[in-house]
């Protein structure tokens, strides 16, 4: 019961990846803005890669 849950948690969160790096929401962050000097668009990839990197630690390292 414990590795099904896991595995629906991991098949959400590659979901939730797929959805935030394809086109439609990535169009949302192409701003001429700047965040802390770095324009917004590399900023909020790193800072999405980053939460799905923690997330993903998160759901591994549990248990």
Do not use: C, H, K
Not at 5 to 19: M, N, P, S, V, W
Not at 23 to 34: H, I, K, S, T, Y
Request: without cysteine.
């Amino acid at each position: 019961m414990r590795e099904s849950l896991r595995t629906q948690r991991l098949l959400a969160l590659f979901g939730a990846g797929l959805a935030l790096f394809n086109f439609p929401l990535l169009a949302l962050w192409d701003r001429d803005v700047l965040v802390f000097g770095v324009p917004l668009f590399p900023a909020a990839l790193f800072a999405l890669w980053a939460l799905l990197i923690a997330l993903l630690a998160l759901i591994l390292e549990r248990g």
